[in-house]
């Protein structure tokens, strides 16, 4: 693959790492629906942050069957129409896959600003849905979560490609 100019050479990803920073993330979003806010319409999803992020950098091991699962995962645990999430997931994570190769050319802000449309998208998804149903609009605030979640694509791609970026045997000699 050609790098662009002054991109740094990346340690191979651990699968371990990938799958404890999905669960991770699963996590902190059921904390968060459980917690101070509860179900606050203009909360960030940050699994859907997390499953772009790998889905755009491995999309070998991270795909739309893992997007579907943690979907139908965040679907039992909101007690939501089953399926609005796991749609939603999915379709975020094709959409990413599909553009990962153009999306890894740019840096982080400007990446930042290139998924921001993929997850207004899902979040759309998730209101098509959910009204079809016969919810009620979560009101304009619902639309403020796509834009935090793509301010937090620079923080989530410093933490997650953190573990990459060391050197395997750091010497004094050796520049990489």
């Known amino acids: ?3 662009r100019p002054g991109q740094q050479l990346l340690l191979p990803a ?3 790492f990938i799958w404890f920073s999905l669960l991770g993330a699963l996590s902190v ?3 968060m629906n459980m917690g101070l806010w509860g179900r606050a319409a203009w909360t960030p999803d940050l699994l859907a942050i997390v499953l772009v992020f790998w889905s755009v950098h491995q999309p070998l091991r991270i795909g739309v ?3 579907f699962a943690f979907g ?3 679907d ?5 129409l089953l399926g609005q999430h796991a749609l939603a997931y999915t379709v975020l994570g094709f959409f990413a896959i599909s ?3 153009r999306l890894l050319w740019f840096p982080v802000p400007t990446q930042a600003v290139q998924v921001l449309p993929l997850f207004a998208a899902a979040q759309l998804l998730e209101l098509l849905v959910r009204m079809l149903a016969g919810g009620t609009f979560p009101g304009w605030s619902f639309f403020m979560a796509p834009l935090i979640q793509a301010a937090l694509w ?3 791609s410093v933490l997650l490609l953190a573990p990459q970026r060391r050197a395997p045997n750091p010497d004094d000699n050796r520049p990489l």
Do not use: E
């Not at 039992?76 to 939501?80: E, N, S, T």
């Open 1 to 3: 693959m050609i790098m």
């Open 29 to 31: 979003n059921m904390a």
């Open 14 to 16: 651990s699968p371990l």
């Open 76 to 80: 039992m645990h909101q007690g939501a």
């Open 99 to 101: 553009m990962h190769r």
């Open 154 to 156: 620079p923080v989530a």
């Open 72 to 74: 139908l995962a965040m």
């Open 65 to 67: 069957g893992v997007a």
